[in-house]
């Protein structure tokens, strides 16, 4: 079945620093991916997505290009700040199915001033 | 711009008690959900309603039961709660999957 694998957690930077969140899927068909981001004590916030290989979702400073090739779709951020800490979750859904969203587990970021 | 509503925001229960956590949403979405949150495991789908008049069993759907009220509203029943359902819950809505989902504020639960 489909799933997604995200780089476990917690990923622990200084403010600046360059951010890359690591996601692999697997998926039958043609999927839609998507990056959520959970701040502490808050519902989940959909980030950017990507419907189609070679997209790039991009929000906020974040961006990640759908790679069908390497069934990857890797968050990055050129320059993290403390407010970006969060646990940030990676998801897809097949393009012609009703079903729900298949998640990964989330990666925990933590920032340092 | 209320998105999704969900009430209420904290509950405690003790065991063999029953509640029902509310949602609403104002976005004219066809589907929506209920999923659980659990420390280090993830978010796990409880039900899900494709569309009015329709509800589905999700990943984790023992000791819950739903009602899609309309389309704006979707409800999640616990008829004898288990200090097992102590988590905080979810409720989400999108027009298609595909889209993304809209997510409530959560509710957390507490079950002695």
């Known amino acids: 079945g489909d799933s997604v694998t995200q780089m476990e957690g917690p990923v622990t930077l200084s403010e600046e620093a360059f951010l890359t969140i690591n996601c692999t899927y697997t998926?039958?068909?043609?999927?839609?991916l998507f990056w959520y981001v959970q701040y502490p004590g808050e519902g989940l916030q959909l980030l950017l997505k990507a419907t189609k290989a070679d997209d790039k979702g991009s929000n906020k400073g974040f961006e990640a290009t759908y790679r069908k090739e390497t069934t990857s779709f890797h968050l990055e951020k050129g320059s993290v700040q403390v407010s970006d800490s969060a646990v940030y979750f990676c998801a897809l859904v097949e393009r012609d199915s009703n079903y729900q969203l298949i998640w990964g587990a989330g990666t925990k970021l933590i920032i340092k001033p | 711009n209320a998105g999704v509503t969900q009430t209420p925001k904290f509950q405690v229960l003790k065991t063999g008690q029953s509640m029902t956590l509310q949602c609403a949403q104002d976005?004219?979405?066809?589907?929506m959900y209920w999923y659980r949150q659990d420390p280090g495991m993830g978010l796990r789908l409880i039900y899900y309603?494709?569309?009015?008049?329709?509800?589905d069993k999700g990943e984790v759907p023992n000791g819950y039961n739903v009602s899609r009220l309309n389309k704006r509203e979707f409800s999640l029943r616990l008829e004898s709660a288990a200090p097992s359902q102590t988590s905080v819950y979810f409720c989400?809505?999108?027009?298609?999957?595909?889209?993304?989902?809209?997510f409530g504020s959560g509710t957390r639960l507490t079950v002695v």
């Open positions: 989400a809505s999108s027009e298609i999957p595909q889209g993304g989902y809209t």
């Open positions: 998926a039958t068909g043609y999927p839609s």
């Open positions: 309603s494709a569309s009015e008049g329709t509800t």
């Open positions: 976005m004219n979405h066809n589907s």
